[in-house]
């Protein structure tokens, strides 16, 4: 191993390090160019400060699957081998078989064994959780810059590649569509990922220079964590040795050998990797699963959901693909949700996906067409590319239609290729021109200055949920999932009003919320329930308990639904009996209601008021039989009543009323007396 990865000889040595001498005789930088360490302190603190605003935020969107909802997390150091031996969604979920809601399932370990050991000793501190990110986000850039200058280092001399690996660097970390990735804690998937295929493209490259096979091995356990962080690594499988090939000066016949010695340890670490998922996920891949809210690439044909055709799953694919460009160029409006359908089904009819189309194609074609001239610009496509493929929906669904989380590893070919562009303002044909850096530095200081502000003033909105959540419903309005969200946000605050037309009108606005999701997603059972809750509260019984059906309809084993038709059931028959003087509607609702629940005291003891109303009336038209039979009925309903909640002082009580009206003196006079032992306020309620 140490052979094969062995220097080039002295010779080939001094013709490449004078061919780089002639390449960059004319660039002559000022002496902080120089100085490794304090670019990357400066790195560290701009990285830093960018994201200091972030450290009082709350836990976010999914920092519940993987730490305040996740059993494993919470269990710290010991929920750490349920977590190595389960579906990273399991300690969420909870149960087998939800975690498949994602296709293919997921085995992203690393993070939340990070997250366990951390919770282990400061609990859900959001301080501490959200001060890790940001110290992994400003580690990784200074990863990225040391590792960028490493690889440039060889073919564009020590001076030229600090520049350019700096100003990448400073791109990638001011870039405001990474707020997604550092602001909600479960980014640091992404950040670990990148930090460590980083680390892994380092250590190889180390190894192919120095010829120190314990380097290349050390590699091979760097990407093998890297892929437990998340499969998104997979992609440096191919980068590393493409970078190899393009910045590494060839050794006659001996290169082909040397990169594959110096990436094959990597290659097994990845190997071991994807045995490992294999055997713990029992070798699912998966087709994407026939649920709108987890696969976009759905549509309604005629009264059922069947998969786009693969011409619009392409050209949606393909528009996405040139949204993911335009953000990258111009990041505004961003938002975290592009669940569907704010992403809407395209055709190659659209202009915009033809576009799109022509981009890609060209970019694929620039760069493999004149790949043998190996310029950093067509390296840093061909990562951009790469690294989006895995993301794309293009090799295996991702269960959402796109993520700017996604493009937070593809952003550094951007970020390369824009440097490197920028760069070129200081060349004049083949040579450079130093006195042109102070355009340079204008230029890039003006995007910089941009991109940070961007950044500094997105990251509030991740303070919260609602935050979030009224920031972006703004953005994302063909989103079913923020619109549920919005309605169930409204819903949960409205229910903390007093009565009023302040409350009425928030539970009014929450509705309106759920029909914007179900007018999008007409089977999402979650905006459904949210907006029969809130008809409850404005008395709109018959439009609440016709979408508690409808749920029931959807989703048959969602055992919760039930008892909440008999809640709304239940407050139906009370609002007709008491309110609109309808008996019979009132004991319909009500009998419902105790199909479903035969366990509510509360619905027990409005059968027996309803059954004593109805025999008070059968009393006064003379119908003494009928009377009779309400009354007893009235009793046996407060009995039951009284059965499921023995110490309910009141319930006591209208059961001894019921026997008093029933002739039976003794046992009313108990009853009332145990009602008065259970709360002695009620004695002076009743006036006795």
């Known amino acids: ?22 390449a960059v005789s004319s660039l002559q930088l000022p002496d902080f160019f120089k100085d490794l360490r304090l670019q990357s302190l400066l790195v560290f603190g701009f990285a830093f400060s960018l994201y200091a605003n972030t450290l009082t935020h709350g836990f976010v969107l999914d920092d519940a699957i993987v730490i305040t909802d996740n059993m494993y997390t919470q269990k710290g150091i010991e929920g750490i081998p349920g977590i190595l031996s389960k579906d990273t969604f399991y300690g969420f979920f909870k149960e087998g078989g939800k975690e498949n809601l994602v296709s293919g399932g997921r085995y992203r370990p690393f993070t939340l064994v990070v997250f366990a050991i951390l919770y282990q000793f400061v609990g859900a501190s959001t301080f501490a959780f959200h001060l890790l990110t940001v110290l992994l986000f400003a580690l990784t850039c200074v990863l990225l810059f040391r590792t960028l200058q490493l690889l440039f280092a060889q073919k564009l001399g020590q001076e030229h590649a600090t520049l350019l690996s700096l100003l990448t660097t400073a791109l990638f970390a001011a870039h405001p569509i990474h707020t997604e990735v550092v602001n909600n804690i479960k980014g640091c998937d ?23 096979a314990a380097l290349a091995w050390l590699s091979a356990l760097v990407f093998f964590l890297a892929c437990l962080s998340k499969e998104n690594a997979v992609t440096f499988v191919v980068i590393i040795p493409l970078a190899l090939w393009f910045f590494r000066t060839k050794t006659n016949e001996r290169v082909p050998q040397s990169i594959f010695s110096a990436v094959l340890p990597s290659f097994i670490g990845f190997l071991v990797f994807f045995i490992l998922r294999g055997s713990i996920l029992h070798w699912k891949f998966g087709a994407a699963p026939m649920e709108f809210m987890n696969n976009p690439f759905l ?4 009264d059922h959901w069947a998969p786009f055709s693969f011409a619009e799953k392409l050209a949606t694919v393909m528009y996405t693909l040139g949204k993911y460009v335009l953000l990258l160029i111009f990041p505004h409006p961003l938002t975290h949700d592009y669940y569907p359908r704010q992403i809407p089904m395209k055709t190659f009819a659209d202009p915009a996906v033809l576009a799109s189309v022509l ?11 004149g790949i043998q001239k190996k310029d950093p610009v067509r390296f840093g496509i061909l990562f951009y590319l790469l690294t989006l493929s895995i993301v794309s929906n293009l090799v295996f669904p991702v269960g959402t239609s796109m993520g700017e989380r996604f493009a937070f590893i593809p952003s550094l070919g951007f970020c390369l290729v824009a440097a490197v562009l920028l760069l070129r303002l200081m060349q004049s044909g083949a040579a450079w021109q130093t006195a042109k850096l102070s355009t340079v530095l204008v230029v890039s200081g003006i995007v910089l200055a941009l991109f940070s502000i961007k950044t500094l003033t997105r990251n509030p909105a991740w303070a919260s949920n609602e935050k979030l959540f009224f920031t972006d419903a703004k953005t994302s309005t063909n989103s079913a999932k923020i619109q549920n969200a919005m309605g169930g946000i409204l819903f949960d605050k409205a229910k903390t009003l007093s009565a009023g037309p302040e409350r009425d009108k928030m539970f009014r606005e929450s509705m309106q919320y759920a029909d914007k999701a179900l007018s999008i997603y007409p089977n999402y059972k979650e905006a459904m329930l949210i907006r029969a809750g809130s008809q409850i509260f404005l008395n709109e019984y018959e439009g609440s308990l016709r979408d508690y059906r ?18 709304a059931l239940r407050e139906a028959g009370q609002f007709y009996g008491e309110k609109k003087g309808d008996l019979a509607t009132a004991m319909k609702y009500l009998n419902e209601s105790w199909q479903l629940n035969a366990l509510d005291p509360a619905t027990a003891r409005l059968l027996g008021v309803a059954c004593g109303f109805q025999g008070g009336g059968a009393m006064q038209r003379g119908q003494v039989a009928e009377a009779a039979s309400l009354n007893q009925q009235a009793l046996e309903w407060f009995k039951k009543a009284v059965a499921l909640a023995p110490n309910d002082a009141s319930l006591q009580y209208d059961l001894g009323t019921a026997y008093y009206i029933v002739g039976d003196k003794t046992n009313g006079e108990a009853c009332h007396n145990k009602a008065f032992e259970l709360d002695p306020e009620l004695r002076k309620q009743k006036g006795q």
Do not use: F, H
């Open 1 to 22: 191993m140490a052979k094969s990865v062995g220097k080039p000889n002295k010779s080939v040595r001094k013709q490449a390090a004078s061919a780089v001498s002639t």
């Open 550 to 567: 409808r749920a029931i309809q959807i989703a048959p084993e969602d055992k919760k639904i039930p008892g909440y038709l008999a809640l």
């Open 359 to 369: 981009l890609y194609a060209g970019m694929a074609w620039y760069a493999i067409a």
């Open 190 to 212: 992404e950040i670990i990922t990148l930090l460590l295929s980083m680390g892994t493209l380092y250590l190889v490259l180390k190894a192919y220079d120095t010829g120190k």
């Open 299 to 302: 549509k309604i044909v005629g």
